[in-house]
């Protein structure tokens, strides 16, 4: 799904959001946008004028109806430019749903019977608590919790991610979704949803906005519209009589002409795009939210609160440096470390042979074919190789290679402790190198900090968000890991309660916090956080708590869903402010030109030399259909967030879209009123 | 335009700033519940009147509770006024014998004053007696200035809530700003205007036999006490039907300066008393700064329009210099200019100068100032509406940072702005639509005495007056009539009770929202760019929508004038 949803714009979504656009002309789904319906009803009256010119009394010259024709065509075309804004973003969602539905058909389940076999089901007819058998290759039929076996499953059809996990009964891998793939072995799964609330049918439900509400935020700025539209209303409506007074009239076209300019259209018909593109760009980074409003919370989170191991660290200790002892070389310390994890495995063996060869010294293991390999164990706590010539290579925990050297009567240095002590204070673990009885020195092995999270906590801090770091390690070590990576605050020791506490905490405060979790004890805590973004990985439970799942199991995620909450009120911010800015101009094309052949002084506010009152009129509606278009793109992309403080971007946004918003119309209502002059359309 | 006149502007705008900083701690102090030096003075007083009136002056009220308390106290006041102007004809202290008001005029008398908004359509001298100008007019300048005072303070404590419901108790509040404020302070601007000539007495007018042996009646009465609250409570409505051009309201320049200073005495405090409140002084600095520019900006072209005088005449009669038709010659134009501004700015209407005769630009300002309702504004009102502004642009810009808007750490959410937006809709409804109605029937159209161009304006002039309860008039249109006495009441009534009703409920739920605290990803609204920002939305928000019907008016006279 993620990887189809990547491509944008397709022929298909276009043609069919064209349709669309004329279906919801509908004035039962218009009345939904209060600002566009009154647009609506502006284009239904021009159209009784364009037949009928003198339905509400007046004098009006012969060719009246063809100066109504084209209010009513623009007018038409503004309402469908908006409808199509709408269409197209919600169009993208229908296409990212029909993809996910061809993989929920058709599913069959091996569904355990009461004596023990199974029985071939339609997936649709399973329901919580049945027992289902899936066997290498078959799709798993429903989300459920893996009770006995251990298989490879592929999830691409879910996360778009080709490398396939493991899920196995116990434990935080245990959870399946239906619809993927499981790729060897054979596990037997309990069926945790009923029909129609898997998670597949509630992704299908979120990527159509079916089950979309307005937001707090966008609900507030509907409201604001609304009042906006009404005082216009009001402005319009009052003209008439003033105009009637000395003796002039004003026909009802251009009336209508100057309330659909001065009402905020372009955000109105731009605000439910911008909502259901801000949900898409969320899905697109492979998180789904499970509701708008979590979205916007992210963007308001104050306090982000981020597990050390595999959020902020790589989650494995990895060689950092050599730290030789007694009267040993560094040089002599790196062979013998390396000698002693060639054949080492794990994750640690690997970065102390990559430390070796940056200092130089690079072992095969092809030379050693005949020597022997020891593999760590819990209970030696040592691991290493032994050669056919009786050499010994070992490494691991200092005290157990104290006592490994003491038995062999070997010598222990006495800056060894000192050493030892250094690097776990640092908050780093020490392993001791030993060749047969020769104590050579210490391997510092340490808690990786992921490249680049530095970074981003410096722009989280840019963005007034402060980070803790939560950590079961002891406080030396949390403190040194803390400093490293540049987060605020830090737990150590934590329990889950901790973070609970530490929640609620901050939310006395009167701050949002956010926070990402994957196991069952994370689930509390999940849910009392204002954003609690689960992964994919994780329980059921865990991910029912969240109000967020992210499909690529990557916590700090969480950072680019702040982004895409921020970008989503400004977005709506910037273009609401450039509807309004765009005013001012529009009533300097618009009331001298209405008021031409009352008050003929007006005149002088023609500062935009506009052909004649029909030309400026029609120029300033067209322009201000034309700009719905326009921003689609901005509307769909959103508006580019740099982390800055609150009052920089407030001047960028302002400059750019307040100012902007004053001066553009100037300029583009000049441009179409040369344009409809030259074709002639200013002296019909 | 002068040397002197443009330095007598400045230091005058200078003194009031001036004061307004003390003033503006001391109300501080007095209502956020400090104990300060002047206590052992008022406490007996107050805690008799507490006793005398069955008040628990430690029990604390809710908004709805507030609410529920000044709207009680306003009707049953309004009640009482109208009583007084109906029956004054019978009741004592009528040394001039004049007669009770026609009901519609009552009405339109009574709410006007109970409103603070002071539009008179009748002519003092001639139509209230010694008792209505007291118990009617004197005693509703001191209430109804004390009513919008403490709607402020009561928003100001919900403001700074983390949490409770609880903003104060309306009998207490409106007890001390009595006590410790208004009556204290009229009491000495009296006592100064009586010594600069200002009448004072309960005789009858004076029979005077001029020079030329005529017999001249002139009117007089207690003048002195009614003016100093008329100011101090940016009230304006005069005792005599010239108002302060008239030589016993305003004798000389010298009181014409103190007059100013004392309308905007209390505005401007309560900037400061503001930014204590919130804990936040820069944040008064940049209301100062930029509400003090739109005062002068203003003051400036309505001087520099007066100065011009009026290219039409010029040709016509060979009269040059400044416009001098409507002005008073102990004032000349830069201090009618500034008392303009002045009085349109703090929305009290006392008027030194007739409106109506002001050059097209100088009459678009004054009614621009009304219109936007938030330069500094009246007692107590002003500060609400300033509050409603910074609410939308703080929505607007706060939107624009990437954050649920807050302001001062309270969330703006979908309820605030609903009721913002509807304290901003009343605004235009009540003046717009009343001017239609005026301009397209019989009853509104009859009464004006200048048709034409300058005949929308009066009509416009009248109703943002009206809706702004500013009380100031064009003269040139005659309001007692049945038509425009209950259509200008009603427009006063709901200019002052829906606004102050849509930001107490407001107060009640952001009372009750935890303050969350600063960050640098808070928009911050105590810096220059904000101010600009709130600037640009008072503008555009709240002056363009009167831009069409300003153009058929002053801004169409204007180009008449100069191009027509």
């Not at chain 1, 600002?35 to 364009?50: A, N």
């Not at chain 1, 934590?494 to 701050?511: N, S, T, Y």
């Not at chain 2, 935890?514 to 105590?526: A, C, F, H, Q």
């Amino acid at each position: 799904m993620a990887i189809s949803a990547k491509k944008s714009m397709t022929g298909d979504i276009v043609r069919g959001a064209i349709l669309a656009s004329l279906t919801k002309m509908d004035p039962r789904i218009m009345i939904k946008n209060p600002v566009m319906f009154v647009v609506e009803i502006g284009f239904v009256i021009t159209l009784v004028l364009t037949f009928f010119p003198d339905v509400f009394g007046g004098k009006y010259g012969p060719n009246e109806w063809i100066f109504n024709l084209i209010v009513t065509v623009v007018l038409f075309i503004t309402v469908v430019f908006g409808n199509f804004a709408e269409a197209i973003a919600e169009g993208r969602g229908k296409a990212q749903a029909e993809a996910l539905r061809k993989t929920k058909t058709d599913l069959t389940a091996q569904r355990s019977k009461t004596d023990g076999t199974y029985e071939i089901v339609a997936a649709s007819m399973l329901k919580k608590g049945d027992i289902v058998r899936v066997e290498a290759l078959q799709m798993i039929p429903v989300d459920g919790e893996v009770l006995q076996g251990l298989g490879s499953v592929d999830e691409s059809a879910i996360t778009g991610e080709s490398a396939p996990v493991i899920r196995g009964a116990g434990g935080d891998f245990s959870s399946v979704t239906g619809g993927t793939k499981l790729l060897s072995d054979e596990l037997i799964i309990k069926a945790t949803v009923d029909p129609g609330e898997s998670f597949l049918d509630k992704m299908i439900g979120l990527v159509e906005g079916a089950s979309r509400q307005k937001t707090p935020n966008e609900l507030a700025l509907s409201v604001l519209l609304a009042g906006l539209t009404m005082i216009f209303l009001i402005v319009v409506i009052t003209l008439e009589p003033l105009a009637h007074y000395v003796n002039g009239s004003i026909d009802v076209a251009t009336l209508i002409a100057l309330l659909v300019c001065l009402i905020p259209t372009t955000i109105g018909a731009l605000l439910s795009a911008i909502g259901i593109a801000g949900m898409d760009r969320v899905i697109r980074f492979n998180v789904i939210a499970k509701s708008g409003k979590a979205v916007e919370a992210a963007g308001d989170v104050n306090t982000l609160i981020l597990d050390k191991t595999g959020t902020i660290t790589i989650g494995n200790r990895l060689a950092s440096e050599f730290v030789p002892v007694g009267k040993h070389q560094r040089e002599e310390l790196v062979e013998v470390a390396v000698m002693s994890s060639l054949f080492d495995e794990t994750p640690e063996g690997r970065s102390i042979i990559t430390l070796g060869k940056e200092l130089g010294v690079t072992k095969e293991r092809e030379s050693y074919h005949d020597a022997e390999n020891i593999e760590f164990s819990a209970d030696t706590r040592m691991s290493g190789m032994d050669l056919a010539d009786g050499t010994v290579y070992r490494k691991g925990a200092v005290d157990a290679i104290k006592k490994f050297v003491n038995s062999r009567g070997g010598q222990i240095y006495p800056d060894l402790d000192e050493k030892t002590d250094r690097i776990a204070r640092e908050g780093g673990t020490p392993l001791a190198v030993v060749k047969s009885s020769e104590l050579f020195g210490l391997i510092y092995l340490k808690d990786i900090v992921k490249p680049g999270m530095r970074e981003r906590f410096d722009e989280l801090r840019k963005m007034g968000i402060k980070t803790v770091m939560c950590t079961g390690d002891n406080p030396l070590t949390a403190a040194t890991i803390a400093l490293e990576a540049g987060v605020d605050n830090f737990i150590a020791e934590a329990k889950p309660e901790d973070k609970m506490r530490l929640i609620k905490e901050e939310q006395a405060l009167g701050k949002l916090v956010a926070m990402s979790g994957d196991g069952t004890n994370d689930a509390p805590a999940l849910a009392q956080a204002d954003v609690g973004l689960a992964m994919n990985t994780g329980t059921a439970a865990a991910k029912e708590a969240g109000n967020m799942v992210d499909l690529d199991s990557d916590p700090t995620k969480l950072i680019e869903v702040v982004s895409i909450g921020k970008q989503l009120l400004i977005t709506r911010g910037a273009i609401t402010t450039f509807s309004i800015a765009n005013d001012v101009a529009k009533y300097f094309a618009i009331i001298p030109a209405m008021f031409a052949s009352v008050v003929p002084e007006l005149r002088a506010l023609n500062i935009m030399f506009l052909t004649n009152s029909k030309s400026a009129i029609l120029s300033a509606l067209i322009f201000n259909a034309l700009i719905i278009p326009f921003l689609i793109p901005l509307a769909m992309r959103g508006v580019k967030y740099r982390p800055m403080s609150a009052t920089s971007l407030l001047m960028r946004n302002i400059f750019i879209y307040g100012f902007g918003g004053v001066i553009t119309p100037f300029v583009g209502i000049k441009v179409i009123d040369i344009i409809i002059t030259w074709l002639g359309v200013a002296h019909l | 335009m002068t040397l002197a006149g443009t330095i007598g502007i400045l230091a005058t705008i200078v003194i009031i700033l001036l004061l307004s900083i003390p003033m503006g701690k001391y109300l501080y102090h007095v209502f956020s519940g400090d104990s300060t030096r002047m206590d052992h003075v008022f406490h007996p007083v107050e805690n008799g009147l507490y006793r005398l009136m069955g008040i628990n002056a430690s029990s604390q009220m809710d908004w709805k509770a507030y609410i529920k308390s000044m709207l009680l106290v306003n009707l049953v006041m309004l009640l009482f006024a109208y009583l007084i102007f109906r029956l004054q004809g019978s009741l004592p202290l009528n040394p001039d014998g004049i007669k009770s008001m026609p009901w519609d005029l009552a009405f339109n008398t009574a709410v006007s004053f109970i409103t603070n908004t002071n539009w008179q359509n009748y002519a003092g001298e001639q139509s209230l007696s010694y008792l209505s100008q007291m118990l009617g007019i004197t005693f509703l300048q001191f209430t109804s200035a004390a009513t919008g005072f403490v709607a402020a303070i009561a928003f100001l404590r919900a403001l700074v809530n983390n949490k409770s419901r609880w903003i104060g108790n309306f009998w207490v509040d409106f007890i001390k700003i009595h006590t410790r404020v208004l009556l204290p302070l009229a009491t000495i601007l009296a006592i100064v205007f009586v010594g600069l000539g200002l009448p004072e007495t309960l005789a009858g007018a004076a029979k005077v036999h001029t020079l030329s042996g005529l017999l001249q009646t002139i009117s007089r009465g207690p003048v002195a006490s009614l003016e100093a609250i008329k100011q101090l409570g940016t009230n304006g409505g005069g005792f005599f039907n010239a108002n302060s051009a008239h030589p016993f309201e305003d004798p000389s320049a010298l009181t014409s300066v103190l007059e100013i200073i004392a309308m905007a005495l209390i505005p401007t405090a309560l900037i400061t008393t503001f930014g204590m409140f919130i804990k936040n002084r820069r944040q008064a600095l940049i209301l100062y700064v930029f509400l003090t520019g739109v005062l002068l900006v203003g003051t400036f072209v309505i001087y520099s329009s007066e100065a011009s005088g009026n290219p039409m005449v010029s040709h016509a009669l060979g009269i040059y210099g400044p416009n001098m038709e409507g002005k008073e010659m102990r004032f000349g134009p830069a201090l009618s200019s500034l008392f303009t501004g002045a009085t349109t700015a703090f929305t009290t209407g006392a008027v030194n100068t007739m409106h109506d005769s002001l050059t097209p630009l100088g009459g678009l300002i004054p009614m621009l100032f009304m219109m936007f309702n938030v330069i500094f504004g009246g007692k107590g009102v002003g500060l609400l509406n300033i509050l409603m502004y910074l609410i939308i642009a703080v929505f607007l810009s706060g939107l624009m940072v990437g954050r649920t808007p807050e302001i001062f750490g309270k969330k703006i959410e979908a309820r605030e702005i609903k009721l913002a937006t509807l304290a901003l809709l009343v605004h235009p409804f009540i003046i717009l639509v009343p001017t239609a109605i005026a301009l397209i029937t019989k009853a509104g159209t009859s009464p004006i005495l200048n048709p034409g161009l300058h005949g929308i304006s009066e009509v416009l002039y009248a109703f943002t007056s009206a809706a702004a309860n500013n009380g100031s008039a064009f003269a040139g249109l005659n309001g007692n009539t049945i038509f425009y006495n209950l259509m200008l009441g009603v427009v006063m009534l709901i200019g002052r009770y829906v606004s102050i009703i849509a930001m107490f409920a407001m107060a009640g739920s952001l009372a009750q929202k935890s303050i969350i605290p600063e960050s640098v990803g808070t928009l911050r609204t105590d810096t220059w760019s904000f101010g600009g920002v709130f600037l640009a939305v008072v503008v555009i928000v709240g002056a363009l929508t009167f831009f069409p019907a300003l153009s058929v008016g002053p801004i169409a006279e204007y180009f008449h004038m100069w191009i027509g």
